[in-house]
């Protein structure tokens, strides 16, 4: 059985930073390509970032956010990660890890409601 330990959400200033993490259990982390995606209410569920399985080859952001967040990853450690810099008001969402498809992160770039979340998600809160 597959279990997410979710961390690293709260509530920031625009401007401020936070920085996410999922750790699986149960799940060969290694030979997935993984990404976070988005939700707030009322809106689409958006892709934020995507990165392959080994973390170095192939990486995905969507423009928004493309120069302020940065995704990682440890295998070793089972863990994937988002470092969220210079957040905006419009950054706030549940956020939630998800395994992609395939290698490119094709489910990111091309069919994001396709993505099945690991956990319950995390709650980023960006107010003035």
């Known amino acids: 059985r597959v279990q997410v330990t979710e961390s690293g959400g709260g509530e920031v200033q625009p401007g401020g930073s936070l920085r996410l993490s999922c750790t699986f259990s149960?799940?060969?982390?290694?030979?997935?390509?993984m990404t976070w995606f988005r939700q707030a209410p009322g809106k689409e569920r958006e892709a934020v970032s995507c990165?392959?399985?080994?973390?170095?080859?192939?990486?995905y952001y969507r423009d928004s956010v493309s120069g302020r967040f940065t995704i990682s990853r440890d295998n070793a450690k089972s863990t994937l990660f988002l470092q969220m810099n210079n957040l905006d008001p419009e950054d706030a969402a549940m956020y939630y890890c998800?395994?992609?498809?395939?290698?490119?992160?094709?489910?990111?770039?091309?069919?994001?409601?396709?993505?099945?979340?690991w956990g319950r998600g995390i709650l980023v809160t960006v107010s003035s």
């Open positions: 998800a395994n992609d498809a395939g290698d490119d992160c094709w489910l990111a770039k091309n069919d994001p409601k396709q993505l099945r979340p």
């Open positions: 990165t392959d399985r080994t973390g170095f080859h192939h990486t």
């Open positions: 149960g799940l060969t982390f290694s030979t997935y390509a």
